[in-house]
């Protein structure tokens, strides 16, 4: 017999693991030390089950992912000792690759997923106390998979969210805690995104009643999706009313699935048409499509901030509720205040699915080889960290590049707010701008585009160091055509939102040049998606990249071949 989901269970457990955090965080590292003592990694570092806390720091460096990179390589192409875990890895993930432009091999075990779904019911039995979900209801999920492969040495390599989609406890964590997905398995893991994102909506208009929460990972892919429905509303309302799905969907496994829920529904189709006829700009258009969603979900913080202006739209008075905090190498909070605004939201750690170590900001880019970190419970509240990851998949003090803001405790453990990525933007001269830097200069400048009744689609980055000198480049998706005159205002005001006073010295000494905007046609971002899933992305995994570098060139082939207009500053004379 299956076990009931319990809320007050699990929230009870974590009460337990949060008030004793520093001595469940040091057996959590005697556990990963016992679990992977055979690794050949901890052997050449002289490490074992036996190596105490201090021991342990002192022996082991800090590392990125490009010093693991050959350990991961060796796992890949079938090395057959013990590599980075004492269990062999017969999975592998890979990162979105957004960040950087490039993607990375990721070991995946089953302690990650049995994390994921501590991870999950930790914040569902959270949110479950205040939108309590009524037994009937569905979940209107945007969830993709991605292709699988397999490496030279015959290990499954995916996207970490198709692996997580694809696991049995995956399947049986989200049954038992939250409303059943209205979409059939053959959707979420269609071979084409577009043709699974327009059966998603259509499920979702088919059980549009039944509709308590709508969630995707990302924000970015919820809004994309209702971006599409702008387009496509017309059609979706055409199947309903004949109960013949579009010819758009080519998929036999899809169609056959889908024929299974689709039935001639004119009346339905109607209400739709009606609903969708009367809405003033698409505003509203979840609850009034939607009217018995409790609240949409998926991570809202960081990069996906700039998506929550179009979101609320959508919205309305819907409810935004922020996801979890982590990575492709694992978890790390949880969000456990669902009444918190994603902006302000905090991230409780969990103390034991990894063993965390935190870098103070003013030691991250010191030039000593080693900075010195500090434990769970000794970081300050109000100060920034750079966080460093030890778990059960092969990373040891593991340097993730997120920089956070401890706001306060629950308990014993840390809470923290997500602040950015370290060395995102590249820098020109003495300039430190951040991706949120830059996120709140493309705020400011964004709403001169209201005065025109204009919205910005969306927004990325490039620094050009090959003119002399260096200097930043904005490209902007803009719904219409904003005139000259606007574009110019908003070039300037980009240039002058930059307040860090590294840039704003050298943009005076002309040692970085004037700021360039240059606006892209439409659609250009679109291609860019694209673009990354051919690559093996997948559509509920993708953030756009906040910066792209020389390294990235297909995308800044994609950008720069799509440029309609293009300013300089004028800002500093």
């Known amino acids: 017999m299956e076990k009931q989901f319990n809320s007050e269970e699990v929230i009870k457990e974590f009460e337990a693991l949060t008030k004793d955090a520093k001595r469940i965080h040091i057996e959590t590292l005697k556990q990963i030390l016992k679990e992977n003592s055979e690794a050949e990694y901890l052997k050449n570092?002289?490490?074992?089950?036996?190596?105490?806390?201090?021991?342990?720091?002192?022996?082991?460096?800090?590392?990125?992912?490009?010093?693991?990179e050959p350990y991961i390589q060796k796992i890949a192409d079938g090395a057959p000792c013990p590599v980075l875990t004492g269990k062999p890895i017969t999975t592998l993930s890979l990162s979105s690759g957004t960040a950087q432009g490039k993607r990375k091999f990721v070991p995946y075990t089953e302690k990650l997923t049995e994390n994921t779904m501590q991870v999950f019911q930790t914040s569902?039995?959270?949110?479950?106390?205040?939108?309590?979900?009524?037994?009937?209801?569905?979940?209107?999920?945007?969830?993709?998979?991605?292709?699988?492969?397999?490496?030279?040495?015959?290990?499954?390599?995916?996207?970490?969210?198709?692996?997580?989609?694809?696991?049995?406890?995956?399947?049986?964590?989200?049954?038992?805690?939250?409303?059943?997905?209205?979409?059939?398995?053959?959707?979420?893991?269609?071979?084409?995104?577009?043709?699974?994102?327009?059966?998603?909506?259509?499920?979702?208009?088919?059980?549009?009643?039944?509709?308590?929460?709508?969630?995707?990972?990302?924000?970015?892919?919820?809004?994309?999706?209702?971006?599409?429905?702008?387009?496509?509303?017309e059609e979706l309302c055409n199947d309903l009313r004949t109960g013949i799905l579009s010819s758009r969907i080519t998929v036999p496994s899809i169609r056959t699935a889908m024929a299974n829920i689709l039935k001639p529904n004119p009346e339905l189709a109607d209400e739709i048409h009606k609903k969708c006829s009367g809405l003033i700009d698409w505003h509203g258009l979840i609850p009034e499509i939607f009217p018995n969603t409790k609240y949409i979900y998926g991570i809202m913080t960081g990069s996906m901030e700039p998506y929550l202006v179009k979101l609320r739209h959508y919205a309305r008075d819907v409810p935004l509720q922020s996801g979890d905090y982590?990575?492709?190498?694992?978890?790390?909070?949880?969000?456990?205040?669902?009444?918190?605004?994603?902006?302000?939201?905090?991230?409780?750690?969990?103390?034991?699915?990894?063993?965390?170590?935190?870098?103070?900001?003013?030691?991250?880019?010191?030039?000593?080889?080693?900075?010195?970190?500090?434990?769970?419970?000794?970081?300050?509240?109000?100060?920034?960290?750079?966080?460093?990851?030890?778990?059960?998949?092969?990373?040891?003090?593991?340097?993730?590049?997120?920089?956070?803001?401890?706001?306060?405790?629950?308990?014993?453990?840390?809470?923290?707010k997500f602040i950015c990525r370290r060395n995102l933007m590249p820098t020109i001269n003495i300039d430190k701008n951040t991706e949120k830097d830059l996120q709140l200069s493309v705020e400011t400048a964004a709403k001169l585009l209201t005065n025109e009744k204009l919205?910005?689609?969306?927004?990325?980055?490039?620094?050009?160091?090959?003119?002399?000198?260096?200097?930043?480049?904005?490209?902007w998706e803009v719904s219409g055509e904003p005139s000259d005159e606007l574009v110019k205002e908003c070039c300037n005001c980009l240039d002058i939102s930059f307040v860090d006073a590294g840039y704003v010295s050298s943009r005076k000494a002309c040692?970085?040049?004037?700021?360039?905007?240059?606006?892209?046609?439409?659609?250009?971002?679109?291609?860019?998606?694209?673009?990354?899933?051919?690559?093996?992305?997948?559509?509920?995994?993708?953030?756009?990249?906040?910066?792209?570098g020389v390294a990235n060139q297909n995308v800044l082939q994609i950008l720069c071949s799509n440029v309609v207009k293009s300013y300089v500053s004028t800002a500093y004379g």
């Open 45 to 68: 570092l002289n490490v074992d089950a036996t190596t105490d806390l201090e021991t342990y720091i002192s022996r082991v460096p800090l590392v990125t992912h490009k010093d693991l």
């Open 124 to 233: 569902f039995a959270y949110r479950n106390r205040v939108y309590p979900i009524a037994k009937n209801g569905k979940a209107l999920n945007f969830l993709y998979s991605s292709k699988q492969f397999t490496t030279k040495g015959g290990l499954i390599a995916a996207t970490a969210t198709t692996n997580v989609y694809r696991s049995p406890e995956f399947k049986q964590t989200m049954k038992s805690i939250q409303t059943p997905a209205c979409s059939p398995d053959e959707v979420i893991f269609g071979p084409d995104y577009h043709q699974s994102l327009y059966c998603h909506l259509l499920c979702g208009l088919i059980f549009h009643e039944e509709i308590q929460v709508i969630s995707s990972s990302f924000a970015h892919s919820i809004v994309h999706s209702f971006r599409t429905f702008e387009q496509v509303w």
């Open 326 to 416: 982590g990575s492709s190498e694992g978890w790390i909070g949880v969000n456990v205040d669902p009444m918190s605004p994603p902006e302000t939201t905090s991230f409780a750690i969990l103390p034991n699915i990894g063993y965390y170590e935190f870098i103070p900001v003013s030691n991250v880019d010191s030039a000593q080889n080693e900075p010195k970190t500090v434990g769970l419970t000794e970081v300050k509240i109000g100060e920034d960290y750079e966080v460093v990851l030890t778990n059960y998949a092969g990373f040891y003090r593991y340097r993730l590049g997120d920089l956070v803001r401890i706001t306060g405790f629950y308990n014993s453990t840390p809470m923290f």
């Open 455 to 475: 919205e910005l689609i969306d927004f990325t980055s490039h620094i050009d160091l090959v003119s002399e000198p260096g200097h930043y480049v904005i490209f």
């Open 511 to 548: 040692t970085i040049g004037p700021l360039e905007l240059r606006v892209l046609s439409r659609g250009t971002f679109q291609k860019m998606l694209d673009h990354s899933v051919q690559q093996g992305s997948v559509l509920n995994q993708y953030k756009t990249p906040r910066c792209v």
